[in-house]
């Protein structure tokens, strides 16, 4: 395991989390970093990625408004703020990176170098 995701655990509807992933391996600052869920039962989705210069981060529909992606370099560390929870947000949340040359697509988790282990949301209603 390259990265480590972590922060998970159980909230009520409406309630907040943050989400962390870093790396003791390798320095993120060449990194693009994305997360990703997967929901039992269904396909792997493309939360958000943050570019390694920042700007205009990916977020899927689902979360735009409620979701903040953000990079901290001098603590090679990436979070992701999680407001506004919903049931429909429980998931294994897993971090990745991609190499900033690479050909990655934020949506599908497609040319990332590395993942992390996951960190299991849980949003009761």
């Known amino acids: 395991v390259q990265l480590q995701a972590a922060g998970g655990g159980l909230v009520q509807a409406g309630g907040s989390l943050r989400l962390s992933c870093a790396t003791s391996?390798?320095?993120?600052?060449?990194?693009?970093i994305g997360w990703f869920r997967q929901a039992p039962g269904k396909e792997r989705e493309g939360v958000s990625c943050?570019?390694?210069?920042?700007?205009?981060?990916y977020y899927a529909d689902s979360v735009k408004g409620r979701f903040t992606i953000s990079r901290d370099n001098a603590k090679n560390t990436v979070y992701l703020q999680m407001s506004s929870l919903k049931p429909e947000d429980t998931a294994v949340y897993y971090c990745?990176?991609?190499?900033?040359?690479?050909?990655?697509?934020?949506?599908?988790?497609?040319?990332?170098?590395?993942w992390g282990q996951g960190t299991l949301v849980t949003v009761s209603s």
């Open positions: 391996r390798f320095t993120l600052d060449y990194y693009a």
């Open positions: 990745a990176a991609a190499h900033v040359l690479s050909d990655y697509d934020p949506k599908t988790g497609t040319h990332y170098n590395y």
């Open positions: 943050i570019s390694v210069s920042g700007n205009m981060p």
